[in-house]
């Protein structure tokens, strides 16, 4: 089992910065495969960035490309989502999720999930 915390959200302006951590505990967390989701108000939720176990795999949804980074540091069991030139568009609750396949952590049907960070962009 593997449990997640989820913070670091909360108001920026256009183009600004804002660096999301999650961390893991449990007998499997450093080996688990991770990323982050985010829902808007009255949108389903979406794919943003996984990393393998290893941090020598990780994929972007296209919208966040160039602009967001995922990263881990496997001795604190965290990850990170580094987001730059941020966007309204962004706006969202952000969720952290673990999973033992990063396939499942990029289809959104892993095993474990954080409580989420509200992230808002204002204009």
């Known amino acids: 089992q593997v449990q997640l915390v989820d913070s670091g959200g909360g108001l920026v302006q256009v183009g600004g910065s804002l660096r999301l951590s999650c961390a893991a505990s449990g007998p499997t967390a450093s080996s688990s495969d991770m990323g982050w989701f985010r829902q808007a108000p009255g949108k389903e939720r979406e794919f943003v960035a996984a990393?393998?176990?290893?941090?020598?795999?990780?994929y972007y949804a296209d919208s966040v490309k160039g602009r967001f980074t995922i990263s881990r540091d496997n001795a604190k069991n965290t990850v990170y989502l580094q987001m730059t030139s941020l966007k309204p568009e962004d706006t969202a609750v952000y969720y952290c999720?673990?999973?033992?396949?990063?396939?499942?952590?990029?289809?959104?049907?892993?095993?474990?999930w954080g409580q989420g960070t509200q992230v808002t962009v204002s204009s």
């Open positions: 999720n673990a999973d033992s396949l990063l396939a499942r952590i990029v289809d959104g049907r892993a095993d474990y």
């Open positions: 990393i393998s176990w290893s941090g020598g795999t990780t």
